[in-house]
């Protein structure tokens, strides 16, 4: 069992730092930092790396478009050496409105070019050089490095098509807000055929859920709905859940009961280890909970719930 916590924390160095060297002490597997407007995910996690010893240290989502893959390839072989290769590099397409309205970026076939922009990562990472020659990148470059620790590209997404391109050259697959049914029968599936057609092997499966420890049903869906509201209107995420079997994912009001009882990690400690197994046991190799406040004593409840997962992870 790999478990692994996601740190919401974004906007302050010190409070980010400061959670992943818990996650350390708490036992867990691993750290993973959103990508968004705030800190810069990759600058925390260099940063973290001076300041733990053992933990995993991943970027859960870095936006590709933005960044040319060579210079995303520069920095994550920085990261890698400086925390003695306990970097992994999540990278995913980030959402059609974000790139277009705030990027002013085009979205313009999206699985084909991740798998550009992933091959050539996966060249600059496994052979130090890059000579492509495509349609949406151009790269024709060495990377001289005393040193070249490895770096797993693991690429977050829930689309069975890029599910599919990401096994061709992925070291993982992350999801976020999947059911387990969806894991097995299209996210691992998906997967499994794009690395057998490209002879690789079938990228690992990191499975991210929110979490509370917390038995109030109604005061786990408002602090749900106040920590994560805003992606019920997402239609990535409401497109995957209602492809999964959800009547109703989500209502005018946010995320719905049928959402939080087949997606959330909640209850008493029983409750969260149980979605925590149903995920594994569908094919996550490693589960990431990120856990929101729910009731009236938002830290008490946050700390409740690390201390499911410290248990968790010690068994």
């Known amino acids: 069992m790999k478990l692994s916590l996601y740190v919401g924390e974004t906007q302050d160095i010190e409070r980010s730092l400061q959670a992943i060297a818990e996650a350390e002490r708490r036992g867990l597997h691993g750290v993973w930092l959103p990508g968004g407007l705030a800190l810069d995910t990759l600058t925390v996690l260099a940063l973290a790396a001076g300041r733990t010893r053992r933990i995993r240290l991943g970027a859960g989502i870095t936006y590709a478009w933005p960044r040319h893959p060579l210079t995303l390839a520069q920095q994550a072989l ?12 999540g990278i995913g397409t980030g959402h059609r409105r974000m790139m277009e309205q705030t990027f002013g970026l085009p ?21 130090g050089r890059a000579s ?28 069975e098509e890029m599910c599919r391109a990401a096994g061709r050259f992925a070291n993982a697959i992350m999801t976020w807000l999947a059911p387990a049914f969806y894991l097995a029968s299209v996210v691992l599936p998906a997967a499994r055929q794009g690395a057998e057609e490209a002879g ?4 690992r499966i990191v499975a991210a859920v929110p979490a509370a420890l917390a038995s109030e049903p109604s005061a786990v869906l408002d602090g749900l709905n106040t920590a994560f509201g805003g992606m019920a209107r997402a ?19 946010g995320w719905t009961e049928e959402m939080l009882d087949t997606v959330v ?14 995920l594994e046991d569908a094919g996550a190799d490693e589960v990431v909970l990120w856990p929101f406040p729910a009731g009236d004593d938002p830290a008490a409840s946050l700390a409740a719930t690390l201390d499911a997962m410290q248990e968790l992870a010690a068994r």
Do not use: K, N, Q
């Not at 920085?78 to 970097?87: E, I, K, M, Y």
């Open 265 to 278: 990690a909640w209850g008493d400690r029983a409750g969260v280890h149980a979605r925590v197994r149903e």
């Open 235 to 253: 239609p990535s995420y409401l497109g995957m859940l209602e492809r999964a079997g959800l009547a109703r994912p989500a209502d005018e009001r």
């Open 107 to 127: 979205w313009e076939a999206p699985v084909e070019r991740m798998f550009e922009y992933g091959t050539v990562l996966r060249a600059l990472f496994d052979e």
């Open 200 to 203: 690789r092997p079938v990228p």
């Open 78 to 89: 920085t990261l890698a050496a400086a925390s003695g290769g306990r970097f992994e590099l």
């Open 132 to 159: 492509h020659a495509g349609r949406h990148y151009r790269v024709e470059a060495a990377l001289w490095l005393a040193e070249r620790a490895p770096v797993p590209i693991v690429v977050g997404t829930l689309g």
